[in-house]
């Protein structure tokens, strides 16, 4: 499987994007996918999941109620609409198939797309 990211870009604090996640394989033969992101110098950081069996949504709380991830399993697509942004957004965003083990989600891929590039100004 092969992810391609885009959407990110530059706003204001407020602002909204909305950003896409493409696969090239088939990522119906996993359970779920989620949305990470990374600042430099530190790991990836989970901010959202999406159950494809109940199409549950899960949410880091500092993103709850803000941002929203939706998919479609027959198009492999998966997107998340970031809304009311902060300047803490800021980060490079990363999509993946994902699985919950314990109370951690992972990125069930041993790699990561080139991610796309959210700034947000105060």
């Known amino acids: 499987v092969q992810l391609v990211e885009s959407g990110g870009g530059s706003v204001q604090t407020g602002g909204s994007l909305r950003l896409s996640c493409t696969a090239s394989?088939?990522?119906?033969?996993?359970?779920?996918m989620g949305w990470f992101r990374q600042v430099p110098g530190k790991d990836h950081e989970w901010i959202a999941s999406?159950?494809?069996?109940?199409?549950?949504?899960y949410y880091l709380d500092s993103v709850k109620g803000r941002f929203i991830i939706s998919g479609d399993k027959a198009k492999y697509t998966v997107d998340l609409q970031m809304n009311n942004l902060k300047p803490e957004d800021t980060a490079r965003y990363y999509c993946?198939?994902?699985?919950?083990?314990?109370?951690?989600?992972?990125?069930?891929?041993?790699?990561w797309g080139q991610g796309t590039q959210v700034t947000v100004s105060s």
């Open positions: 394989g088939r990522i119906s033969v996993f359970s779920g």
């Open positions: 993946a198939p994902v699985a919950l083990l314990g109370t951690e989600w992972y990125n069930l891929l041993n790699s």
């Open positions: 999406l159950d494809w069996t109940d199409d549950s949504t």
